[in-house]
């Protein structure tokens, strides 16, 4: 069974930085993807980055591409997300996503 733990979230003040973590168990590392989703709110949850379990290939959404960097650790089987800069308009709650399973989330939140 394919369980997502994310971690990392909290309040920080605009143009900080927040590495958020996914720890997983039960994923089978195949041609899959490991995704970043978040849901700001009142708004539909929105995609933020993936990673392939194989190789290197990453994806980004236009407002992650060169602020926010996703990334794997084969030991641990942990998928981060290293954001930098953060805006006000990040704030969202981050899920941690392979196939059909999700994490419970974790809260981000950017003041001005």
């Known amino acids: 069974q394919v369980q997502l733990v994310e971690s990392g979230g909290g309040v920080v003040q605009a143009g900080a930085s927040l590495r958020l973590a996914c720890a997983t168990s039960g994923v089978i590392k195949d041609n899959y993807a490991m995704r970043w989703f978040r849901q700001a709110p009142g708004k539909e949850r929105e995609f933020v980055a993936s990673?392939?379990?194989?190789?290197?290939?990453?994806t980004y959404r236009d407002f992650a591409k060169g602020r926010f960097t996703i990334s794997r650790d084969d030991a641990t089987d942990t998928i981060y997300l290293q954001m930098d800069n953060l805006k006000p308009e990040d704030t969202a709650v981050y899920y941690c996503?392979?196939?059909?399973?999700w994490g419970p989330g974790t809260q981000v939140t950017v003041s001005s």
């Open positions: 996503n392979t196939r059909d399973s």
């Open positions: 990673i392939w379990w194989r190789g290197s290939s990453t």
